[in-house]
């Protein structure tokens, strides 16, 4: 049995102490990260060592991603899947054999001016994303992929093969966006602080048929405007 998490940790938003806390004892064996910034890489770095000895992380901020590995991390690369926010792609050594870990971050659906061209990028992001999972391998995809059930993209990953972990095996709704607003919370102002309910389902854990998914559920917040969203996944090969 294999746990994984995704988390959009909000370009600093959450805490790096308690991001570290949260990952510590979120049980998880492998973490896709998105947004992650520089002092939340860094204290993952020097804190979480122990328990997630493999790790890559490019803490870019919007663009930055990561992966921790309790199981050997290799042939990680950077994937130009979108000009300037590239995909995280990894392979894991795990004891019940290797798998394909992409985290992955397609911006949102846009409005107004450049509203063709920013989605067009973003299409095209979303097919070659399906392009990197659809290799027969096992994979699994970590992603806050910006769009909810009933969106078009969504549909093209269910059509490509992959399953949504929460969908078949998570309680509730699994809503994870947003726990706060992120602009003036990354201003530090005080509407920045007020806790809001989540009203949306944006961060998923998505398998390929390698798996089945026992258990998913929605983990701890650690000061982000997205919630993390774990899966105990069986390899059923």
Not at 112 to 138: E, F, H, K, Y
């Amino acid at each position: 049995m294999l746990t994984v998490m995704t988390y959009n940790v909000g370009d600093g938003l959450a805490d790096p102490e308690q991001l570290v806390e949260v990952l510590r004892t979120s049980t998880a064996d492998i973490v896709g990260i998105q947004e992650l910034a520089p002092s939340q890489a860094e204290a993952i770095a020097q804190e979480l060592d122990s328990e997630y000895p493999h790790q890559v992380l490019h803490p870019d901020g919007i663009p930055g991603k990561g992966i921790l590995s309790r199981y050997p991390l290799i042939e990680t690369t950077q994937l130009e899947h979108h000009p300037g926010r590239p995909d995280l792609q990894g392979r894991v050594e795990t004891p019940e054999g290797d798998l394909n870990v992409l985290v992955a971050h397609p911006p949102p659906p846009r409005f107004g001016r450049n509203r063709l061209q920013r989605d067009a990028l973003s299409n095209a992001q979303i097919r070659q994303i399906i392009n990197a999972v659809s290799t027969g391998d096992p994979v699994v995809l970590l992603t806050d992929f910006n769009r909810v059930s009933w969106h078009a993209a969504y549909r093209q990953l269910s059509s490509a093969g992959l399953i949504d972990a929460y969908a078949v095996s998570g309680p509730g709704l699994g809503l994870t966006l947003p726990t706060r607003l992120a602009h003036p919370a990354s201003r530090n102002t005080p509407l920045g602080k007020v806790p809001l309910p989540p009203i949306l389902r944006v961060d998923y854990v998505w398998h390929t048929r390698h798996f089945r998914a026992r258990e998913s559920w929605v983990g701890k917040h650690a000061g982000s405007d997205h919630l993390p969203v774990l899966a105990r996944l069986e390899r059923v090969e």
